[in-house]
């Protein structure tokens, strides 16, 4: 395990500048058409073949940042970021004599509000198995969330001759995500997310990019928060053992700006390889 720490002050939203910089990337590259609908659709454009592809999975409590990472990641490593919750968000808005079976349950189960079971979320994955292998590499953003799913995985890398690279556990103090998320406003239309103290809007309670109002959401209050991480540690912990075990755990310390964590994590990945490659 490698582990990564830095004293740098914790920033809890993306800076315009590294959003305008997400928008402005190529916007074909990378379309993860064939990720977000399943088969038998494929996807436009596929990044170029490169030697000894990234495949990660991210690990972190809600609030570390994983998505910003992802994608500013998918920019470094020309990785695919397969995010699983992008693939329901994508799932409700099609019609349902387009979603596999595994998916209609899947949404069975959300629109509930139940957790999906690893069974559905495994062959939600299984039916994007070319994905995995695709030759620009992965960044797993989602699953698995579990031991069982993690074995589940394994195998499935198995059968389709895929070894992932490293698995990246994102780190933060408690009080820093209970501050951080504790403090988000999120716009009820287009979902830009402001903070509080960090990055307020600049009429209160309006967003600046569409005018539409901000609110916190309920998961979003310290309460809510605690909860939250209190079932991510129960779930989550086993796992990071597991991975741990396997000598593919890297430890990162989530506190910085953006790019700053990102930074981070490079040094943690291009450290572990050079390792990895020396003692081969």
């Given at each position: 395990?490698?582990?990564?720490?830095?004293?740098?002050?914790?920033?809890?939203?993306i800076?315009?500048?590294?959003?305008?910089?997400?928008?402005?990337?190529?916007?074909?590259?990378?379309?993860?058409?064939?990720?977000?609908q399943?088969?038998?659709?494929?996807?436009?454009?596929v990044?170029?073949?490169?030697?000894?592809p990234?495949?990660?999975?991210?690990?972190?409590?809600?609030?570390?940042?994983?998505?910003?990472?992802?994608?500013?990641?998918?920019?470094?490593?020309?990785?695919?970021?397969?995010?699983?919750?992008?693939?329901?968000?994508?799932?409700?808005?099609?019609?349902?004599?387009?979603?596999?079976?595994?998916?209609?349950?899947?949404l069975?189960?959300?629109?509930?509000?139940?957790?999906?079971?690893?069974?559905?979320?495994?062959?939600?994955?299984?039916?994007?198995?070319?994905?995995?292998?695709?030759?620009?590499?992965?960044?797993?953003?989602?699953?698995?969330?579990?031991?069982?799913?993690?074995?589940?995985?394994?195998?499935?890398?198995?059968?389709?001759?895929?070894?992932?690279?490293?698995?990246?556990?994102?780190e933060?103090p408690?009080?820093?995500?209970?501050?951080?998320?504790?403090?988000?406003?999120?716009?009820?239309?287009?979902?830009?997310?402001?903070?509080g103290?960090?990055?307020?809007p600049?009429?209160?309670?309006?967003?600046?990019?569409?005018?539409?109002?901000?609110?916190?959401?309920?998961?979003?209050?310290?309460?809510?928060?605690?909860?939250?991480?209190?079932?991510?540690?129960r779930?989550?912990?086993?796992l990071?053992?597991?991975?741990?075990?396997?000598?593919?755990?890297?430890?990162?310390?989530?506190?910085?700006?953006?790019?700053?964590?990102?930074?981070?994590?490079?040094?943690?990945?291009?450290?572990?390889?050079?390792?990895?490659?020396?003692?081969?």
């Amino acid at each position: 395990m490698i582990r990564v720490t830095a004293s740098t002050p914790v920033l809890s939203y993306i800076p315009f500048s590294v959003v305008r910089e997400m928008l402005m990337d190529n916007p074909r590259k990378h379309d993860r058409t064939s990720w977000l609908q399943g088969p038998p659709e494929t996807c436009s454009t596929v990044p170029p073949a490169v030697d000894n592809p990234w495949r990660l999975i991210l690990l972190g409590a809600p609030g570390v940042g994983k998505g910003t990472q992802a994608a500013l990641l998918r920019k470094e490593l020309h990785a695919c970021h397969l995010s699983t919750g992008d693939v329901f968000r994508a799932a409700k808005g099609r019609s349902e004599c387009d979603l596999t079976p595994a998916m209609k349950s899947a949404l069975d189960y959300m629109h509930r509000g139940e957790l999906v079971p690893d069974s559905f979320v495994l062959a939600m994955v299984r039916e994007r198995a070319a994905c995995l292998r695709c030759r620009g590499g992965f960044i797993l953003d989602g699953f698995p969330r579990t031991v069982e799913q993690a074995e589940s995985l394994n195998l499935l890398l198995h059968d389709e001759r895929v070894h992932l690279t490293a698995v990246i556990n994102y780190e933060l103090p408690v009080g820093e995500i209970v501050a951080r998320l504790s403090g988000r406003l999120t716009c009820q239309r287009c979902k830009a997310v402001f903070h509080g103290t960090e990055r307020p809007p600049k009429v209160t309670g309006s967003c600046d990019i569409c005018e539409g109002k901000l609110n916190q959401r309920e998961d979003d209050r310290p309460e809510s928060v605690r909860v939250r991480l209190d079932a991510y540690d129960r779930s989550t912990f086993p796992l990071i053992q597991f991975y741990k075990r396997s000598a593919l755990l890297l430890t990162v310390a989530a506190a910085g700006t953006p790019q700053d964590v990102c930074s981070k994590t490079l040094t943690a990945l291009h450290a572990w390889r050079s390792r990895y490659i020396a003692s081969a």
